[in-house]
């Protein structure tokens, strides 16, 4: 599973748990560098801040970028605020922070293996398939395991959507518990013991689990399903240097020219190249949020919302 998460931080470009600040040779300016600590769900973090330092010192041979280590930032909206002010020039976050502070950047970037039609991750909501559940509002009281990592992000806020078009509570107080865990087998399998309700994973997870077990795939079956929505994105602020900006994301898109950078893609990345898709990826989720807003509202109005559990 160690090249599942990796691929992860791969994918959304120089994203990982640990900030970075980094000296370009285009300006001569320091080129600041910054992630939350959102970036480190579901993985470790040493292991994590290793991966990414040979990333970027790999990236940085090539391009005259030096590398200074920097702390995370807890809170996505500091991290708004320093790009804001140009404290930092550059950030990568979950789509969910982004979505969060898209008013303090200048400009997002995507990043994904070029094989993918549509880059980023389907949610799916697992029931086993002796279940006589045909629909979510059945699911109403039971235990919901849901995979907690830093590519289902965006996961509660759909299942949260589909709930409440239904005119049913959210997640959170519909279900009678939700259970958050890292590891995916330990989401999945209470359900394919009967221990749990319904199981809330990626779609590419859950066909990990039945590459790996085919019984997983002949007991469970999906109840619901999402279509695709970005995860992970890099951001930037408006002072980062143009002539940085640039070098970075050629850099990135060019670590495949490298034998360091094509050795990291070939293990981490599952690929040969990540490449840039277009920022309109990130239209789904913009919607996502928006009707998630409209929808609190809208229950708000109609009596007293109450707080959310199991988050």
Same mark, same amino acid.
């Given at each position: 599973? !160690?090249? *599942?998460?990796?691929?992860?931080?791969?994918?959304?470009?120089?994203?990982?748990? #640990?900030?970075? +600040?980094?000296?370009?040779?285009?300006? @001569?300016?320091?080129?600041?560098?910054?992630? %939350? %600590?959102?970036?480190?769900?579901?993985?470790?973090?040493?292991?994590?801040?290793?991966?990414?330092?040979?990333?970027? =010192?790999?990236?940085?041979?090539?391009? @005259?970028?030096?590398?200074?280590?920097?702390? %995370?930032?807890?809170?996505?909206?500091?991290?708004? !605020?320093?790009?804001?002010?140009?404290?930092?020039?550059?950030?990568?976050?979950?789509?969910?922070?982004?979505?969060?502070?898209? @008013?303090?950047?200048?400009?997002?970037?995507?990043?994904?293996?070029?094989?993918?039609?549509?880059?980023?991750?389907?949610?799916?909501?697992?029931?086993?398939?002796?279940? &006589?559940?045909?629909?979510?509002?059945?699911?109403?009281?039971?235990?919901?395991? =849901?995979?907690?990592?830093?590519? %289902?992000?965006?996961?509660?806020?759909?299942?949260?959507?589909?709930?409440? +078009?239904?005119?049913?509570?959210?997640?959170?107080?519909?279900?009678?518990?939700?259970?958050?865990?890292?590891?995916?087998?330990?989401? $999945?399998?209470?359900? /394919? /013991?009967?221990? &749990?309700?319904?199981?809330?994973?990626?779609?590419?997870?859950?066909?990990?689990?039945?590459?790996?077990?085919?019984? $997983?795939?002949?007991?469970?079956?999906?109840?619901?399903?999402?279509?695709?929505?970005?995860?992970?994105?890099?951001? #930037?602020?408006? !002072?980062?240097?143009?002539?940085?900006? &640039?070098?970075?994301?050629?850099?990135?898109? *060019?670590?495949?020219?490298?034998?360091?950078?094509?050795?990291?893609?070939?293990? #981490?990345?599952?690929?040969?190249?990540?490449? =840039?898709?277009?920022?309109?990826?990130?239209?789904?989720? +913009?919607?996502?949020?928006?009707?998630?807003?409209?929808?609190?509202?809208?229950?708000?109005?109609?009596?007293?919302?109450?707080?959310?559990?199991?988050?």
């Amino acid at each position: 599973m !160690k090249s *599942r998460w990796l691929s992860g931080f791969l994918s959304c470009g120089l994203a990982a748990g #640990f900030a970075a +600040e980094l000296q370009t040779g285009d300006s @001569g300016n320091p080129f600041r560098f910054g992630l %939350t %600590t959102r970036m480190f769900r579901g993985i470790n973090e040493n292991d994590g801040r290793a991966a990414i330092k040979v990333y970027i =010192e790999s990236v940085g041979q090539e391009r @005259g970028i030096a590398l200074k280590s920097m702390p %995370t930032f807890d809170d996505v909206q500091d991290v708004g !605020k320093a790009l804001r002010s140009g404290e930092l020039d550059a950030a990568s976050v979950t789509t969910e922070e982004y979505l969060r502070i898209s @008013g303090d950047v200048a400009s997002v970037h995507i990043f994904d293996d070029p094989r993918r039609v549509d880059p980023g991750e389907a949610f799916v909501v697992l029931i086993h398939r002796g279940s &006589a559940v045909t629909n979510l509002a059945e699911l109403k009281g039971g235990l919901l395991m =849901e995979y907690d990592n830093l590519r %289902t992000s965006l996961a509660r806020m759909w299942l949260d959507v589909q709930l409440l +078009e239904q005119g049913l509570p959210r997640a959170g107080n519909f279900f009678g518990k939700v259970t958050l865990e890292s590891k995916l087998s330990t989401v $999945v399998l209470p359900v /394919f /013991f009967g221990k &749990a309700q319904a199981c809330l994973v990626t779609h590419r997870g859950f066909e990990t689990m039945v590459e790996l077990n085919p019984q $997983v795939g002949k007991n469970l079956r999906v109840l619901a399903a999402s279509p695709s929505f970005v995860v992970t994105v890099m951001c #930037f602020g408006p !002072k980062a240097n143009p002539m940085d900006k &640039a070098t970075i994301l050629d850099g990135i898109q *060019r670590l495949h020219e490298q034998p360091r950078g094509q050795q990291l893609l070939t293990i #981490f990345q599952g690929g040969n190249r990540i490449v =840039e898709y277009p920022a309109s990826f990130l239209e789904r989720a +913009e919607k996502l949020r928006k009707r998630h807003t409209e929808l609190l509202e809208k229950a708000s109005v109609g009596g007293a919302l109450p707080t959310e559990g199991g988050r």
